[in-house]
């Protein structure tokens, strides 16, 4: 076999050379593949550096936690270091050039936590501290951050941040006006942090540069009003976190050194009870449930109430202003006092319209019992404004002021009341008319503080003010049988922490570290795809080496002849062959494996630069792992192995004989074209019945059956040409036309399988080609549209800190600091709200696996208003409602959430699709399903998922106001709009941006797919017309005694090359035309639909270098082969 090697030593290089070629590009896809994945994982690595697991709460707890979470030899024995922090959202300004950046990641931190990425990153902490002189605070920044405020060192920066509430905001005592909803404080910039480590710390595994702040941790809590309290905990593992997961033992750790007031709650004792409240004034119902559980354990009575504010009370024409209202359940059972009426006797059940007034609310409306009584207070709307509601009653009894009656401790302190010293200093954040207070009024607040003056049902109440934050204010507790009130609040305490567990209160380690690796894996498999992307240089390649192999086998037919013919078994022979073929294809995929390197490197080097645009980041370098040396190896020998055998079958059929004369090819009698004509007739039809229905339907929605359509006629075409190569041909007419080209075509059906191997490969891959790239994205007029991706509104916003106030209305504007001519400019705009959870941005931004994928709470104006395109709907008629936003509206039983995403964010990042549930976590620890029942097309939602707002506010209460605006305007004053509404809601970070820009930046990815197909796919082409030119060499080799007879006739030998040349043209602009043709058709609509976004000049550069280059190649083969002596073919003759 050595001897043979050396001897064939030119053809052999040249069958090494394209099994280099084949594994190089397949095993370098899967070398793009590890790459991708394993910048991933070392971004995830950068990003959160020693930190294994992290709590970051919505409530401020005490930072001593973190000391009291480390005094433990067990929790020393598995984790290294804890350090405690604040992390939130906010936006940064240059105080000089007001130069804005959004979306800026604001972290309170001490050394502690900047240890947690090592000592250069610890070095940072003393950048924080004030130097002598410096008259503001100091704030470092990391370089993503400095690059988009283009500060320097000494500048100084308004940092704006949420301020907590003492109170909901969602709720009539949560402030929301902007002093009270933003902080500012200015800072002076001391240093700059590399975008590394530290510096590109985030809680969201993506990609791009996050944008960072960092300030001491004192200087936050003090902006915050926290005192010694944070909202996050950091966490380092002294073992691997992905093989061992310690975030049990964490939480079991964080159940043991929680206290109650860690939980929000409060126990104080009052006159013969305790009195469970809450921090922010509402008892959640989870708590509640709880603590009801865990008196009837310890077998103490509870007394629950729910007490409102009333603006007024009237009857017979008299006012009672600003009472408040205590909601409970008479008869008040012992031990508890009742509510006693003026006879003696304890007040009764109430039903539902009854009320009960104490003694001086009564004499001061002058009512007896069985008048009726006018309540008028305020209500809290869907979008959270405040809006005025009546409630009537029938007065019932009048209650003497002693014992519960005079008890002020149902009322709870309210922010801006409970302080005050007199009404006329209330400050709530709602609208006070001082002008309704009266000198009586004053006396009562001075004698009896917030005791309430009315008393309703406990279920009137729930349902008149109940708030999805709670309906309950306060729990009286009364002593357990055989204990002191001091006893029974210890055991309560110490029952309700061992009932309690700290997720139900949304206090839970998540074990980022190991969630950002496994998110490293990444959404897009990127072999798959580049294999994909690949395919045609792969097969070109393969194909290529099974020509050339076979074109060296044939060059030996006479030797295999003479083999045979002296007793040679074939089976021996042909084992022979192929071993050389196997040792060629193993040298061959080993050069391969160095190419596969370089290849993978200028893939990733595209998808740093060219390609940019798919992965949004120039973090992405080669990385090599063996294993995929090793599998590329093997599966790149076995497909060239295949190839080889393939090529080599049909010659093993040739007889000795023909063998020694120096015939390679096994001649078949002509086939029949019984089958082609009916395959042709068939797909003629079902083509024709396809764009009948696509006329029906309508163009525009019928892309999928116009790509049948073109791939229809494509076999149609490829059949037909079948029927004529098989078919009976007349002789050539003299003189119609250049005879020599036209002998050129006609000699196509010499070797029909050949020629339509042939012209089909070349008409497939240009099928693709062509079809895939003029599938590129232009959005055009049609964004205007309701039924478009973008839903017809012309620009999106997002704030950092949510907004509390109506955009849409005059008196929300006028709160948000516009002023009346700017309130003016957006009287005409539609200004859609939707609540937004934070989470993983769910497109095809973020390379990253989705986990936990952002939320939208979408209003009902919206779902009313419908409008966007839908690529599929899991009820497409739902009782003739023509609105499909209004499946959101769906009630799937417990816990099922119906929900709206973009189809490919679904289908290609999330892995899910139509009909099937995504699981998720809700603000209680509860696990919730949301069920896709409707697919948007190409939409702007491709970020987020959408559930109805009123589901979102059932599973996510705290997330109070809206933080992700849709706007609809007029084109001329997009620019305009989008220039006052981030100038005057600077401080809440808003930011817009245009729906083109949005779905331009998402198509993007799209396009620059398929710029990479297109670019790969022509490649491949172009090396696939090498394998033409292969076999034209073949064709030569075959016809020497033909061709060396037409020059004894006296052709010329040019004249014979161009004959040979026109025959492989032919087939190849047979193949580019049925192929390009049957591809315009299957993407006709969106053609016609967008033109212009068709990239016509790439698709015919394309087209016409494959033919250029195979023309080229046919002639460089012609020429080689013509060269062959031809008097000894003729003698053979």
Known sequence: MRQSLIHFWRINLAVILGAAVATAVLTGALLVGDSVRGSLRQLTLDRLGNIDYLLVANEYLREDLVFEFQDSNEFRETFA??????????????????????????????ESFLALYGAEAQAFASLLKKEPGQIFSSVIINQSLQNELQAEIGAQILVSFEKPGEVARGTILGSKDTEDVVETVRLTLTGIVPNKGVGRFSLRPHQTLPLNAYVALPILQKALGQGKRVNAFAVAQQSDPESNDASGLLQARLREVL?????????????????????????????????????????????????????????????????????????????FKPLRLLNG?????????????????????????????TMTYFAVGARDELFTQQAKFVLRGIVAMAGLAADPSLTPDFPGIADADNMADWD????????????????????????????????????????????????????????????????FKEKLLAAASPEQFDLAFQPVKAQGLASSAG????????????????????????????????????????????????????????????????????????????????????????????????????????????????ISVLVILLSIWLAFR?????????????????????????????????????????????????????????????????????????????????????????????????NSPRNPGRSMLSAALVASACFVIVAVGANRVDFGSELQRKDSGTGGFALVAQADIPLHHDLSSEAGRFALGFSDSDSDKLKDAQIMP?????????????????????????????????????????????????????????????????????????????????????????????????????????????????????????????????????????????????????????????????????????????????????????????????????????????????????????????????????ENGFLLAFGILIGSVSALIAVAPHVFADAGGVPWVSLLSTLTAVFLVGMLASVVAVSSALRIPLLPALRAE
């Not at 000089?96 to 001490?110: D, F, K, P």
């Not at 009586?440 to 109940?466: H, I, M, N, S």
């Open 81 to 110: 270091a804890a350090a405690p922090a604040i992390i939130m959202n906010g936006t940064t300004v240059h105080a000089e050039t007001r130069t804005r950046a959004s979306h800026v990641n604001i972290l309170g931190v001490a």
């Open 259 to 335: 206290k109650f007031e860690d939980l929000g709650l409060k126990l104080t004792p009052g006159a013969n009870s305790l009195i469970l409240a809450s921090k922010t004034s509402i008892l959640s119902q989870q708590v509640v449930r709880l603590a009801e559980s865990v008196a009837v354990e310890i077998g103490a009575p509870t007394l629950v109430s729910y007490t409102y504010l009333a603006n007024k009370m009237a009857a017979h024409g008299r006012l009672l202003p600003y009472s408040t209202v205590a909601a409970l359940n008479p008869p008040v059972a012992a031990p």
């Open 345 to 373: 006797r304890p007040a009764s059940a109430l039903a539902p319209d009854d009320i009960l007034l104490n003694q001086w609310a009564a004499a001061d409306l002058g009512v007896a019992v069985g008048d009726s009584i």
């Open 428 to 491: 709530p954040p709602f609208a006070v008319d001082l002008r309704l207070i009266r000198p009586k009024d004053e006396a009562y607040w001075d004698a009896y503080r917030g005791t309430p003056k009315a008393f309703v049902a406990l279920e009137t109440g729930q349902r008149l003010w109940g708030s999805r934050f709670g309906n309950v204010t306060s729990i009286r507790i009364a002593p357990a049988p055989g204990m002191s009130l001091h006893q029974t609040g210890n055991l």
């Open 523 to 634: 959404a897009t498999d990127f072999s798959g795809l580049f294999v994909g992307f690949s395919l045609f240089l792969i097969v070109s390649a393969a194909l290529l080496v099974g020509l050339l192999f076979r074109l060296g086998v044939e060059q030996r037919a006479k030797e295999i002849g003479m083999l045979l013919a002296v007793g040679y078994r074939q089976k021996k022979v042909g084992g022979q062959l192929l071993a050389e073929g196997g040792f060629l294809a193993a040298v061959g995929a080993l050069v391969g494996l160095a190419g596969a390197v370089l290849y993978a490197w200028l893939m990733m080097a595209g998808l740093r630069t060219w390609w940019v645009a798919a992965v949004g980041s120039p973090f992405l370098f080669l990385h090599v792992k063996p294993l995929s040396l090793i599998t590329g190896y093997l």
């Open 650 to 746: 049909k010659m093993s059929k040739v007889s000795p004989p023909a063998l020694l004369a120096g015939v390679t090819t096994f001649v078949q009698a002509r086939k029949s074209t019984r089958k082609a004509r009916i395959v042709a007739s068939v797909s003629t039809v079902l083509a024709l019945v396809l764009v009948a229905v696509t006329l029906r339907i309508g163009v525009s929605d019928s892309a999928e059956l116009f790509f049948g359509v073109g791939a229809l006629l494509l076999t149609a075409g490829l059949a037909l040409f079948s029927v004529w190569l098989h078919g009976a041909h007349k002789p050539l007419a003299p003189g119609k036309g250049a005879g020599v080209l036209r002998m050129g075509a006609r």
């Open 834 to 1062: 939707f609540r937004l959870l934070p989470g993983d941005d769910a497109s095809c931004l973020n390379l990253y696996s989705v986990e936990k994928p952002r939320i939208l709470g979408v209003p009902k104006a919206q779902r009313e208003r419908g409008g966007f395109r839908f690529q599929q709907l899991l009820q497409p008629e739902t009782n003739g409602d023509a609105n499909p936003w209004r499946l959101l509206n769906q009630d799937l039983g417990p816990d099922v959430i119906p929900a709206f995403g973009d189809y490919n964010s679904v289908l290609w990042i999330l892995h899910s699709g139509l009909g099937k549930d995504l699981l998720m976590t809700d603000a209680f620890g509860r696990q919730i399903k949301l069920r896709f029942v409707g697919l948007l097309k190409k939409s702007i939602f491709q970020s987020e998922l959408l559930i109805s707002e009123e589901n979102f506010l059932k599973h996510f209460p705290a997330r109070t106001g809206y933080s992700f605006y849709l706007i609809a305007t007029p084109p001329d004053q997009i620019e305009a709009l989008s220039g006052l509404l981030e100038k005057t809601l600077s401080d809440y970070g808003f930011d817009t941006a245009t729906t083109a820009e949005r779905l331009a930046n998402f198509q993007a990815v799209e396009n620059t797919y398929l710029s990479t197909f297109q670019t790969l796919g022509g490649l491949g082409l172009l090396l696939g017309t090498l394998g033409l030119g292969m076999i034209l060499i073949r064709n030569v080799i075959e016809r020497r005694g033909e061709l060396a007879t037409l020059r004894a006739f006296g052709f010329r030998r040019a004249t014979l090359a161009l004959m040979v040349v026109a």
